[in-house]
């Protein structure tokens, strides 16, 4: 790799970009981590060695100040809305919809080579596809997967965004309900109706923009797909933080029926991977996932026999969200044979070190529960 070159980070705080910046420094990249300008002032430990900027990515003048001063060479794009619950239907997707072209615009016109933003598996349409291909997999709404073709212009991909999520309203709405009572009811995939929801329809717009706007600018781009992680700082609410914490306090942990397979990276491993695909010449969709296809009723007896106590997990005593997939898992061929990337956390090695983290801050030296 070459000298001089410097990347941008945007969502560096959050629970996955805070992940790429130690990976993105042992590539030899001047890295800038932007944080958001309504946090805290307090930096994340794994953001050390990088010059934090704090700025509001929704305001037009922040975004172009902060581009002007770094000049960054690269960009890694994860901010967006992610309330958990609120973010699947919120108009705040069609702000950060807006916002993320400004900034890829403002980027450019600052010299910038490469790009790469974060995408999200909900992109697929689950109906139709289990396995899911970058490349030959439909995506949630036709018309607004129609837009990746070249003709596409950056106006009709967000009018296309803005049409599905109308059109799918009041059907969004009751996805957003069942994902928030999914997760509450442990489950791992709250996100089984997000097909129609504006965060799905907006992120599908965006990666058309970002083609279109690539092919035009000859710009180099790529879009990752996430599938499902875990792992340090995520919310207590997700499946596997929730399973942990009921456990370590020696609660029960009701789950559902479990027969659900899905494939789980650690946190750290899906910023690892980011900032492989950035740092390699690789172009377009690539799913962020694993190869490893593992059921919920696995995953969470595998947390179980770690902690010591099983006996407290109580499968079948949540109901599945209605239309949850059975499968739904990636086909990682681009980021394993092309990008030449392997996750450094085995599953259970990832459940340890999660486990690890949350015992840290549940119970004292002695094993009693702290004040949460």
Same mark, same amino acid.
């Given at each position: 790799?070459? =000298?001089?070159?410097?990347?941008?980070? &945007?969502?560096?705080?959050?629970?996955?970009?805070?992940? &790429?910046?130690?990976? #993105? #420094?042992? /590539?030899?990249?001047?890295?800038?981590?932007?944080?958001?300008?309504?946090?805290?002032?307090?930096?994340?430990? @794994? /953001?050390?060695?990088?010059?934090?900027?704090?700025? %509001?990515? $929704?305001?037009?003048?922040?975004?172009?100040?902060?581009?002007?001063?770094?000049?960054?060479?690269? $960009?890694?794009?994860?901010?967006?809305?992610?309330?958990?619950?609120?973010?699947?239907?919120?108009?705040?997707?069609?702000?950060?919809?807006?916002?993320?072209?400004? /900034?890829?615009?403002?980027?450019?016109? @600052? !010299?910038?080579?490469?790009?790469?933003?974060?995408?999200?598996?909900?992109?697929?349409?689950?109906?139709?596809?289990?396995?899911?291909?970058?490349?030959?997999?439909?995506?949630?709404?036709?018309?607004?997967?129609?837009?990746?073709?070249?003709?596409?212009?950056?106006? %009709?991909?967000?009018?296309?965004?803005?049409?599905?999520?109308?059109?799918?309203?009041?059907?969004?709405?009751?996805?957003? %309900? *069942?994902?928030?009572?999914?997760?509450?009811?442990?489950?791992?995939?709250?996100?089984?109706?997000?097909?129609?929801?504006?965060?799905?329809?907006?992120?599908? *717009? /965006?990666?058309?923009?970002?083609?279109?706007?690539?092919?035009?600018?000859?710009?180099?781009?790529?879009?990752?797909?996430?599938?499902? @992680?875990?792992?340090?700082?995520?919310?207590?609410?997700?499946?596997?933080?929730?399973?942990?914490?009921?456990?370590?306090?020696?609660?029960?942990?009701?789950?559902?029926?479990?027969?659900?397979?899905?494939?789980? #990276?650690?946190?750290?491993?899906?910023?690892?991977?980011?900032?492989?695909? $950035?740092?390699?010449?690789?172009?377009?969709?690539?799913?962020? !996932?694993?190869?490893?296809?593992?059921?919920?009723?696995?995953?969470?007896?595998?947390?179980?026999? =770690?902690?010591?106590?099983?006996? #407290?997990?109580?499968?079948?005593?949540?109901?599945?969200?209605? !239309?949850?997939?059975?499968?739904?898992?990636?086909?990682?061929?681009?980021?394993?044979?092309?990008?030449?990337?392997?996750?450094?956390?085995?599953?259970?090695?990832? $459940?340890?070190?999660?486990?690890?983290?949350?015992?840290?801050?549940?119970?004292?030296?002695?094993?009693?529960?702290?004040?949460?």
């Amino acid at each position: 790799m070459t =000298q001089g070159k410097r990347v941008l980070v &945007s969502g560096a705080g959050g629970f996955i970009g805070r992940w &790429s910046v130690p990976a #993105l #420094l042992r /590539l030899g990249y001047e890295v800038h981590a932007v944080l958001s300008g309504k946090a805290s002032r307090d930096v994340p430990e @794994q /953001l050390r060695g990088a010059k934090p900027h704090f700025a %509001d990515l $929704l305001d037009d003048s922040a975004i172009d100040e902060l581009t002007r001063e770094v000049r960054p060479t690269h $960009l890694l794009h994860f901010a967006w809305i992610a309330a958990p619950g609120v973010y699947w239907n919120s108009e705040e997707n069609f702000r950060w919809l807006a916002a993320s072209e400004r /900034l890829l615009r403002s980027f450019r016109a @600052q !010299g910038g080579s490469r790009v790469m933003m974060a995408g999200t598996c909900a992109e697929y349409d689950w109906s139709r596809v289990e396995v899911c291909d970058e490349l030959s997999s439909p995506l949630a709404k036709t018309k607004a997967a129609t837009l990746r073709g070249a003709g596409a212009t950056r106006h %009709d991909a967000a009018t296309a965004a803005s049409d599905v999520a109308t059109a799918a309203s009041d059907a969004a709405t009751a996805a957003s %309900d *069942a994902a928030t009572a999914a997760n509450n009811a442990v489950t791992a995939t709250s996100d089984a109706a997000a097909a129609v929801t504006r965060y799905a329809a907006c992120k599908i *717009a /965006l990666q058309a923009i970002l083609a279109d706007f690539g092919r035009e600018e000859r710009l180099s781009t790529a879009w990752g797909r996430i599938f499902f @992680q875990f792992g340090p700082h995520e919310h207590p609410d997700r499946l596997v933080p929730s399973v942990i914490r009921n456990l370590l306090l020696n609660r029960e942990a009701p789950c559902s029926h479990g027969r659900q397979i899905r494939s789980f #990276l650690h946190v750290a491993d899906v910023g690892e991977a980011f900032a492989a695909v $950035l740092d390699s010449e690789l172009e377009g969709p690539v799913n962020i !996932g694993s190869d490893e296809r593992v059921s919920l009723a696995d995953l969470v007896d595998r947390i179980g026999r =770690q902690i010591g106590r099983p006996e #407290l997990l109580r499968l079948g005593a949540r109901p599945a969200p209605p !239309g949850e997939p059975s499968l739904l898992v990636p086909e990682i061929h681009r980021l394993r044979d092309e990008a030449r990337w392997r996750p450094r956390f085995t599953l259970n090695e990832a $459940l340890g070190d999660t486990i690890a983290w949350w015992r840290s801050r549940l119970l004292d030296p002695a094993g009693a529960a702290r004040h949460e």
